[in-house]
């Protein structure tokens, strides 16, 4: 069995910084790609930021230059700093990997969420 953790949310003041991480555990055999999503109230979940293993990382127009993700391979975790934050990064933050694992043909795995607030 496959599990996706999140960590590091929070409350914050604009322009101030979050590192989220996310850890997959279990039956791994590989990780394929890791990535972050998000949902506001309201509105839909959106992608941040991603990577394909052994390929190039993606970020959503609205975080480039603010967030970077970063990962552990031995660890099969993930990292996504975020600095200069705003109310509009407001939202859960998700977890997601592709992951290939003993067992199971199972492929999409998703995190529970983590809250990020940013607000005066």
């Known amino acids: 069995q496959v599990q996706l953790v999140e960590s590091g949310g929070g409350s914050v003041q604009p322009g101030g910084s979050l590192r989220l991480s996310c850890a997959a555990s279990g039956s791994i055999v590989s990780v394929n790609a890791m990535g972050w999503f998000r949902q506001a109230p309201g509105k839909q979940r959106e992608s941040v930021a991603g990577?394909?293993?052994?390929?190039?990382?993606n970020y959503a127009d609205s975080v480039k230059g603010r967030f970077t993700l970063f990962r552990d391979i031995a660890k099969n975790a993930m990292y996504l700093q975020m600095n200069s934050l705003k109310p509009e990064d407001t939202a859960v933050y998700f977890c997601?990997?592709?992951?290939?694992?003993?067992?199971?043909?199972?492929?999409?795995?998703w995190g529970q969420g983590t809250q990020v607030t940013v607000s005066s």
């Open positions: 990577f394909i293993s052994g390929g190039s990382t």
């Open positions: 997601n990997a592709h992951i290939t694992a003993r067992g199971t043909s199972r492929y999409d795995y």
